[in-house]
């Protein structure tokens, strides 16, 4: 069956500029999980939503960046004038409910000039 | 607060040869352990999980892996590594306490030589 799928796959983006990022779980899945990966690290959390409550935005680095999953299925992530340091992969992952292991996407890589 | 450390950021192994990546955590409460690969341009695939009961999880691809609570560790085994295996290795925990995120170690290249 089809997995988690997020676009797009490259975003580059001019320093002030806003970008939206989206994610599609796999059908089913009551939580959906954000994690930001930096060059060479491991990921880390951002947020966590079950059904279309944002349940825990512990992870978020600032006000800039936001997430919504208004019908409990697609999620997006904004994140708001861009800053260099935003540089990353987003990786989305969903899982059956917040037990279970989580399924990721491919990643966004956003690059930030 | 929970945390991942992965000691080694390269594994280099023999095709053939027994393939270890270590991996140690800390949480307050009972930890739900996880295993993930990453392959180049990819996301992060599940290898993986202890939640309870058996001690030796076996996971896909031929991968087990080992809890030990004592030693706090979860290492990652193969008993005989292919070139293929070759990628980035991330040891997850997720502790109830701290809510359903999980948190990641820095990650384990692996290299399987022929």
Same mark, same amino acid.
Do not use: M
């Given at each position: 069956?089809?997995? *988690?799928?997020?676009?797009?796959?490259? !975003?580059?983006? !001019?320093?002030?500029?806003?970008?939206?990022?989206?994610?599609?779980? +796999?059908?089913?899945? *009551?939580?959906?999980?954000?994690?930001?990966q930096?060059?060479?690290?491991?990921?880390?959390?951002?947020?966590?939503?079950?059904? #279309?409550?944002?349940?825990? !935005?512990?992870?978020?680095?600032?006000?800039?960046?936001?997430?919504?999953?208004?019908?409990?299925?697609?999620?997006?992530? !904004? +994140?708001?004038?861009?800053?260099? #340091?935003?540089?990353? *992969?987003?990786?989305?992952?969903?899982?059956?409910?917040?037990?279970?292991?989580?399924?990721?996407g491919?990643?966004?890589?956003?690059?930030?000039? | 607060?929970?945390?991942?450390?992965?000691? $080694?950021?390269?594994?280099?192994?023999?095709?053939?040869?027994?393939?270890?990546?270590?991996?140690?955590?800390?949480?307050?409460?009972?930890?739900?352990?996880?295993?993930?690969?990453?392959?180049?341009? @990819?996301?992060?695939?599940?290898?993986? /999980?202890?939640?309870?009961?058996?001690?030796? &999880?076996?996971?896909?691809?031929g991968? $087990?892996? $080992?809890?030990? /609570?004592?030693?706090?560790?979860?290492?990652?085994? /193969?008993?005989?590594?292919?070139?293929?295996d070759?990628?980035?290795?991330?040891?997850?925990?997720?502790?109830?306490?701290?809510g359903?995120?999980?948190?990641?170690?820095?990650?384990? @290249? &692996?290299?399987?030589?022929?």
């Amino acid at each position: 069956g089809a997995g *988690v799928s997020q676009s797009p796959r490259y !975003k580059v983006a !001019k320093r002030g500029q806003d970008v939206a990022l989206r994610c599609d779980p +796999i059908s089913g899945h *009551v939580s959906l999980f954000w994690y930001q990966q930096a060059l060479g690290q491991g990921p880390e959390f951002l947020t966590y939503f079950q059904n #279309e409550a944002q349940l825990d !935005k512990s992870g978020l680095p600032s006000d800039r960046f936001f997430a919504e999953r208004p019908e409990g299925s697609v999620s997006t992530l !904004k +994140i708001q004038r861009t800053q260099q #340091e935003d540089s990353a *992969v987003y990786l989305c992952a969903s899982s059956l409910t917040r037990l279970d292991e989580q399924f990721f996407g491919p990643g966004t890589r956003l690059t930030v000039l | 607060a929970q945390s991942v450390a992965q000691p $080694e950021d390269q594994v280099n192994v023999a095709e053939g040869n027994p393939l270890t990546v270590k991996c140690t955590y800390s949480v307050s409460g009972n930890p739900y352990l996880f295993w993930y690969v990453q392959y180049p341009n @990819r996301g992060l695939q599940f290898l993986l /999980k202890y939640i309870t009961g058996d001690n030796l &999880v076996k996971g896909s691809y031929g991968f $087990e892996a $080992e809890f030990n /609570k004592s030693q706090t560790s979860f290492h990652l085994k /193969k008993p005989s590594a292919l070139v293929s295996d070759s990628a980035l290795y991330f040891c997850a925990v997720r502790d109830k306490a701290a809510g359903n995120k999980l948190t990641f170690g820095g990650g384990t @290249r &692996v290299l399987v030589k022929p």
